[in-house]
């Protein structure tokens, strides 16, 4: 099985992802070595920057025994020209036992995944989908709130660019989440019947903050410095507005000062930026042990 969507999984395969990295997790087994996955070979193959996911899969990989090989994508043949295509035929030859892929064209994974003979996971795919990002953020919900069943999650920023929005989008709801969608006019994706950040953040018991990814953007935004922040950033005064002890995400990196004002952001209280990337790491090792076990 192949890891490229929400839409990949089955209620039962998210809930035992969730169960997984939950036990992982609070067992405290994620800092210790495991053996599941014992003398095998996961392929890390970053056609983008990453620092969080790219790490967090090598941990996840090494957690469970296996070894984790990462493709340094700007010193390798792609630089020569390669096709993804040609890439693909050549890694897989070397029989992984899994390929991890992150590419800037929405739909590479998929592209990949009908070549290689190994489960290939997505590490985020263009604006097209970012499921791992998606399966931690509910694990991390579901660790301090405990539950997910009937909040409210306000996603707030640059939607149209965001692979992290749109597989939460997938995933929130069907564990029974609502899901707010808002940011800037000229940040909405077309389709999306528009509300403001104030009106997503009030009352939100999860408050989520995306960046503005300018290297995306096909024209500046034109900001004032300080103007996206009072305009459509998470400031303390935006939080109050929130449910009473509402928490704060963001899956990094972070543009602080622009969509998170610093003392939101390093809140020990209410931020779970950190817990993200810790839960990163057992939902990566349940993703990969999933898929490994399917395939042997
Ligand atoms: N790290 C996330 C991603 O790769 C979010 C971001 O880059 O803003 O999609």
Do not use: W
């Not at 693909?88 to 995944?113: Q, S, W, Y």
């Not at 564990?175 to 950040?197: F, H, K, S, W």
């Not at 020990?268 to 990337?277: A, F, G, H």
Request: hydrophobic content about 45%.
């Amino acid at each position: 099985m192949d890891l490229l969507s929400i839409d990949s999984l089955t209620d039962q395969q998210i809930a035992a992802i969730l169960d997984r990295a939950g036990e992982y997790f609070s067992s405290d087994r994620v800092g210790r070595s495991n053996d599941q996955l014992h003398g095998r070979i996961v392929f890390n193959v970053f056609y983008e920057n990453s620092t969080r996911t790219a790490m967090s899969f090598a941990t996840a990989a090494h957690r469970l025994g296996a070894s984790a090989i990462a493709l340094s994508v700007e010193r390798s043949s792609v630089a020569k020209g390669e096709s993804l295509e040609d890439t693909a035929r050549t890694l897989n030859a070397m029989r992984p036992d899994a390929l991890v892929i992150r590419h800037r064209e929405n739909g590479a994974p998929a592209t990949v995944a009908a070549i290689v003979d190994a489960p290939v996971l997505n590490a985020g795919d263009g604006t097209n989908e970012h499921p791992t990002q998606a399966l931690l953020d509910a694990a991390t919900i579901r660790h301090r709130l405990s539950r997910t069943d009937g909040l409210t999650v306000a996603i707030c920023g640059d939607i149209r660019h965001s692979r992290v929005a749109r597989s939460n989008a997938k995933l929130l709801p069907r564990l029974g989440a609502e899901v707010r969608l808002a940011g800037p006019p000229e940040l909405m994706p077309g389709n999306i019947v528009p509300l403001t950040v104030d009106e997503a953040i009030a009352g939100a018991d999860v408050v989520m903050m995306l960046r503005v990814q300018r290297e995306r953007l096909e024209a500046e935004l034109g900001d004032a410095p300080g103007e996206y922040l009072a305009r459509y950033g998470l400031t303390s005064e935006r939080l109050a507005t929130a449910a009473p002890g509402a928490v704060v995400m963001h899956p990094g990196p972070m543009n602080r000062g622009v969509e998170i004002e610093d003392r939101v952001a390093d809140d020990p209280d209410r931020s779970l930026i950190t817990l993200q990337v810790e839960m990163g790491v057992p939902v990566r090792m349940a993703c990969l042990e999933m898929v490994i076990s399917a395939a042997a």
